[in-house]
């Protein structure tokens, strides 16, 4: 389709904030999704092994933590560190950037916390009318 002197092309700006959004959902995403939230909380209070974050999130499969991990990791939200122990061991760690973190996630869940009779009782309201 060739574009003509009537059809409107959209602007620079516009273009610029759809694909700004587009960013920004994609990184909430992958840093607010359920366990990348639990790895989080859990690695603010000091590094941990693989298998110490799968002890501290027993609902977590292998895989999961692993694609977590590594979502973080390129994010720049965790690092992961390899020790020069005998044997070598990987720890992972919560980054200068991921700490940044910490406010709004824990306000998150403060407001959860808060807030979840009511989410509680607009879902049985839902509910009873839906069903």
Avoid at 80 to 90: E, I, L, Q, Y
Avoid at 98 to 125: I, N, Q
């Amino acid at each position: 389709m060739t574009e003509t002197a009537t059809t409107p092309r959209p602007h620079d700006d516009d273009v610029d904030r759809l694909e700004i959004g587009a960013l920004q959902r994609e990184l909430l995403g992958q840093v607010l999704d359920t366990w990348s939230v639990q790895v989080l909380e859990h690695l603010c209070d000091g590094p941990l092994r693989f298998n110490g974050l799968r002890r501290a999130i027993p609902a977590v499969t292998q895989k999961s933590l692993t694609a977590t991990l590594r979502r973080l990791e390129r994010n720049g939200i965790v690092e992961r560190v390899v020790t020069s122990s005998r044997p070598v061991a990987v720890e992972y760690r919560i980054t200068p950037l991921g700490k940044t973190l910490r406010e709004p996630v824990d306000a998150l869940l403060a407001w959860t916390t808060t807030h979840l009779p009511d989410v509680a009782a607009a879902r049985e309201r839902f509910d009873e009318l839906a069903g």
